[in-house]
Each structure stands twice: as C-alpha cells, then as structure tokens.
C-alpha cells in the first residue's frame, strides 16, 4: 500500500507543479484577482475527474485478458510521463499574458480541465492501469493512490496560488524550477518502471 501512495505523491506533485492549462488559470486567476480566486481554481479537478477516473478504469478492466493491448498502454503511458518529465527538466520558467483577462470561476476551472487532453491521457495511460493493479491488491492500496494523488495534486496547485499571491516572480525563480526539474526526474524514472512492464506484457523481457 505504502508503494501505491509513494506514487500517487510523485504523480500528484508532478500534476500540480506542472505548466499547463489549469496551473496557468490558477495563477492568472490569483494575479488577477485575488488568492480565493486561484483556490477555487485549483478545486476543479475533483469535480471534473470522477467520470474520467470511472471511464480509464472500466477500459482498463474490459481488456484485463489482453495483455498485449494492455503492453501497449504502459507503453504509451511510459511515452506521456517521459515527455511530462523532459518538459519539467528543461522549464525555465512560467510567464503569463493577463491583459484582457476576464473574471473566472470554478466553473471556468472545471471546464478548462474537461477540455484538457492532460487529465484524459493521464488517467487512461498511467492512473488507470495504476489504481487497477492497486485494486486488486487491495481496495486501501488504491484509495491511498488516489489520496496521494489528489491531496498533493490540489495542494500543490493551492500552494502555487497563495505563493504567487505574494510574489509574483516565484514562478521563474530557482525553487519553483527546482522542484519542476527534481520531479521531471522522478517522472522520467517512472516511465522507466512503465515501460519495462509493457515490455514483460508484450512478452518482450
């Protein structure tokens, strides 16, 4: 169980620290508007991920006999974290346009992450197969994979509100690179891990 909710963290923290639609509305709402703003924000992704988090998941347990479909999903999953992870390794930093910004919401939040093809990929290549393999360890296992993830994926984004709140130049100093390039190496590690077990599903190693 421990293993599941180590990985739920790294992705978590990956996902809220990331540049991406839903950061960047995070913090130009913050800017904008006020710190609430950006909270309210960063909340969208627990209304928006139940009916993507049900969807991965009944894919992923309709092709439980399919090994080699399933090979190729981690291996695809290992591509999207690889890819994930260089851009977090090569940021140099995060710069806004907010003129002409409109007052946004919630709402603008949730519908920004609908429209994001990040959450879809994420959960179909890499959160689903994960929280499907923790289910049937256990069902404690999968929900500390998604406490892991969700807690620091909205905590994250939370932090990042109530720091650029106070300065707005966090977002191209050293910390914030730091920890994007510490956990674009995690996530390059993880791909690793996924992409050898593609290969054992495909019969390959």
Request: hydrophobic fraction near 55%.
């Amino acid at each position: 169980m421990n293993q599941y909710l180590l990985l739920g963290i790294i992705l978590g923290l990956s996902a809220g620290f990331s540049p991406g639609p839903l950061m960047t509305l995070v913090v130009a709402e913050t800017l904008r508007h006020d710190i609430g703003s950006g909270i309210r924000v960063a909340l969208a992704p627990l209304v928006t991920d139940l009916p993507i988090v049900l969807l991965s998941l009944f894919v992923i347990a309709r092709l439980a006999d399919f090994h080699s479909l399933l090979g190729l999903i981690s291996l695809a999953g290992a591509l999207f974290l690889l890819v994930l992870g260089w851009q977090s390794m090569k940021l140099k930093g995060v710069e806004l346009d907010l003129s002409g910004a409109r007052p946004q919401s919630l709402l603008k939040g949730v519908l920004t992450n609908l429209l994001s093809p990040h959450p879809y990929l994420f959960w179909i290549s890499v959160g689903g197969p994960l929280l499907n393999r923790a289910n049937d360890l256990t069902p404690w296992a999968g929900g500390a994979f998604l406490a892991g993830f969700y807690l620091c994926l909205i905590g994250a984004k939370v932090s990042l509100a109530l720091v650029t709140g106070k300065s707005k130049g966090f977002l191209s100093g050293r910390l914030y690179l730091a920890i994007n390039r510490f956990l674009g190496l995690l996530l390059i590690l993880l791909a690793g891990l996924l992409c050898y077990d593609g290969l054992k599903l495909l019969g390959l190693v």
